[in-house]
């Protein structure tokens, strides 16, 4: 059982930016409930002798204002341009089965809210990066670039725990329309917290 990815990963939630659960899952969101939109796309990625490379996995969670209180309920896309066995081997990886970041967050979840196959528009290039399924998600999310920094370099947040990577750039949604697996995204709007990074993952 060995696997490796490699690509890029953008966020969305309702909170005022920069969300303070990414800067900790212990720390309260800024709403009673954090409703997170998590987009990744595998660039390169082999799992178990299949390549999976090209192709996108998003989930869509309800979370308690403090995270690590558990409880999570928890959606997830898996790209339409997947074989059954591609998708399969994705699933494995996203749900912590096969080990790897996403192991750590088995424990919080508490509902399944299903697995959906749907294509995926998935872009992420220049501190731009956009997200379309269907009529489930329209996402848009900029990078941050502060006040007077010439180099035009996004800002950061380092030293965290995220199953992305422990850097993150800071970003913000500059538009937001989402309705997936029955939760309540109607406090994802623009001007809300996001994040992005490169991630690179192996078990």
């Known amino acids: 059982m060995s696997w490796n990815l490699e690509g890029r990963y953008f966020e969305n939630c309702p909170c005022d930016v920069p969300c303070p659960c990414t800067a900790s899952f212990d720390l309260g969101a800024d709403v009673d409930r954090c409703t997170p939109v998590l987009a990744f796309h595998v660039d390169t990625g082999e799992i178990e002798g299949v390549d999976v490379s090209g192709l996108s996995v998003v ?6 204002q403090v995270m690590t209180e558990g409880n999570w309920r928890l959606g997830v896309f898996i790209d339409a341009e997947a074989s059954d066995e591609q998708a399969e081997k994705l699933g494995a ?3 912590g089965q096969m080990g790897g970041p996403m192991e750590a967050l088995g424990p919080l979840i508490g509902e399944n809210l299903g697995v959906e196959r ?8 220049g501190g731009n990066h956009t997200l379309k399924i269907g009529d489930a998600i329209d996402l848009e999310v900029e990078d941050l670039v502060p006040f007077g920094v010439e180099s035009g370099e996004p800002a950061r947040l380092v030293g965290i725990f995220h199953p992305a ?10 538009s937001a329309r989402i309705d997936a697996f029955g939760i309540d995204f109607s406090k994802n709007a ?6 992005s990074t490169e991630f690179s993952w192996a078990a």
């Not at 989930?59 to 308690?64: E, I, L, R, S, V």
């Not at 623009?190 to 994040?195: D, R």
Request: no cysteine; glycine share 10%; charged share 20%.
């Open 118 to 125: 749907a294509r995926i528009d998935f872009s992420s290039e």
């Open 59 to 64: 989930a869509a969670a309800d979370t308690p």
């Open 93 to 95: 990886v996203f749900s």
């Open 165 to 174: 990577g422990s850097e993150l750039n800071l970003a913000r949604a500059k």
């Open 190 to 195: 623009p001007g809300t917290s996001g994040f």
